[in-house]
């Protein structure tokens, strides 16, 4: 397994897959020298979590809602590369 991970689990019951493989999209494309591997995990129940070397970041049941991609961007890159500017993302910051 290539570190760090990012793995995002996703409801199939929901049909949550497309909304899963764009998030995954966009990781790997902001990330592509950080990420080492992106993983799509189904399941069912409504979930929506998305786990960073194994920490859930962003659990959609306990956040009420799926993540806005900008703040999911910003905490994948407060642990994998800190110093690392997201350039119009970062100016968005409310």
Same mark, same amino acid.
């Given at each position: &397994?290539?570190? +760090?991970?990012? !793995?995002? !689990?996703?409801?199939?019951?929901? /049909?949550?897959?497309? /909304?899963?493989?764009?998030?995954? =999209? !966009? &990781?790997?494309?902001?990330?592509? @020298?950080?990420?080492?591997?992106? @993983?799509? #995990?189904?399941?069912?129940?409504? #979930?929506?979590? #998305?786990?960073?070397?194994?920490?859930?970041?962003?659990? /959609?049941?306990? =956040?009420?809602?799926?993540?806005?991609?900008? !703040?999911?961007?910003? &905490? #994948?890159?407060?642990?994998? @590369? +800190?110093?690392?500017?997201?350039?119009?993302?970062?100016?968005?910051?409310?």
């Amino acid at each position: &397994m290539r570190q +760090p991970r990012l !793995e995002i !689990e996703y409801c199939t019951q929901c /049909r949550w897959l497309l /909304r899963a493989a764009w998030t995954a =999209q !966009e &990781m790997l494309t902001t990330f592509q @020298a950080e990420l080492g591997e992106v @993983a799509l #995990v189904p399941g069912t129940g409504g #979930v929506f979590d #998305v786990r960073l070397d194994d920490e859930t970041i962003w659990s /959609r049941k306990d =956040q009420g809602g799926h993540p806005e991609l900008v !703040e999911l961007k910003r &905490m #994948v890159r407060d642990r994998i @590369a +800190p110093g690392r500017s997201l350039g119009h993302s970062d100016r968005a910051r409310p």
